[in-house]
Nanobody, 114 residues
């Protein structure tokens, strides 16, 4: 079992920044990749960024604005989001991959609006 708890969402003006956190507990040793996804109202959930064995990758829509990182000592993954745009408004989910299945958190809401 893996438990994921997101935090750090909120309301921010366009051009602002937020840092999301994903606290991980349970069978952490079995996690081989983690990532962030988001789902805007009326749209499908979409991939944002992934980190695995120190390597990172992110969607073109957030590249150069969002940075994914992981603190193994703190069992926490982060998503630093800069230069936020209204189209970044969504419920952001943390994901962890273990052999055979993926795990999801409950999500944290990010709203970008003036």
């Amino acid at each position: 079992q893996v438990q994921l708890v997101e935090s750090g969402g909120g309301l921010v003006q366009p051009g602002g920044s937020l840092r999301l956190s994903c606290a991980t507990s349970g069978s952490i040793f079995s996690i081989y990749a983690m990532g962030w996804y988001r789902q805007a109202p009326g749209k499908q959930r979409e991939w944002v960024a992934t980190i695995s064995n120190g390597f990172t990758n992110s969607a073109d829509s957030v590249k150069d604005r969002f940075t994914i990182s992981r603190d193994n000592a703190a069992n926490t993954m982060y998503l630093q989001m800069n230069s936020l745009k209204p189209e970044d408004t969504a419920l952001y989910y943390c994901n962890a991959q273990t052999p055979g299945r993926g795990w999801w958190g409950q999500g944290t809401q990010v709203t970008v609006s003036s």
